[in-house]
């Protein structure tokens, strides 16, 4: 009983953390393991609209504007952005199996042209990244060993000028690091341990 007890702790000290952030998408995509799901948004109407869902069968999400100052997006083709500079945009994933995310994250101006801000990304696992945007092109990507049931993306607003915007989301499954495999070893351990 007492070497439960102790294995149990164990298994509490090293439980999942969050791994890694890519900054390319080649880098990201080798990370996941079996299939994912790319939205380029190409459906997407231009000008505002309410929320849009997206599902492909195995990976669902809801995408909305957050921050309570508009309860609209503001789309250009193939661009999801927000209709007011003071929200971010908010990925609800709604499937429960997301453990990997990435994209082309970026700051806009009124025209939805980049425009150079810090865009900030949190994710619910507890990771979050700012960093300076130049361009469409700027790429971030995060693998969890939890599910991720959302990210928000906010554009620094300081002057009353910059959108928050993405496109190419990617969803899927990251392959487990070592540090989660060891839990799940431990649980099958502590599982054997208790059919005694």
């Not at 929320?51 to 999400?61: K, M, S, V, W």
């Not at 865009?119 to 945007?133: A, K």
């Not at 361009?135 to 990507?141: A, E, K, N, V």
């Amino acid at each position: 009983m007492k070497q439960m007890i102790a294995l149990a702790g164990l298994a509490m000290a090293v439980s999942p953390a969050a791994a890694d952030v890519f900054t390319d998408s080649a880098s990201f995509m080798a990370s996941l393991l079996g299939p994912s799901y790319t939205e380029g948004f190409d459906s997407v109407g231009p000008g505002v609209s309410g929320p849009l869902d997206f599902d492909d069968g195995t990976f669902a999400y809801t995408i909305a504007p957050v921050g309570g100052n508009s309860d609209s997006l503001f789309n250009d083709p193939g661009v999801i952005s927000t209709d007011n500079t003071f929200d971010g945009i908010q990925v609800t994933f709604t499937s429960g199996n997301v453990t990997a995310v990435g994209g082309n994250f970026w700051s806009t101006d009124i025209a939805v042209l980049p425009f150079t801000a810090d865009v900030t990304i949190n994710l619910s696992d507890g990771q979050s990244v700012t960093f300076t945007s130049t361009s469409s092109s700027d790429y971030r990507g995060f693998t969890s060993d939890v599910i991720i049931d959302s990210i928000e993306i906010f554009a620094d607003d300081s002057f009353g000028n910059a959108w928050s915007t993405m496109d190419n989301l990617t969803v899927g499954r990251a392959i487990p690091t070592p540090g989660a495999i060891a839990v799940l070893g431990l649980g099958g351990v502590l599982a054997g341990r208790r059919r005694r």
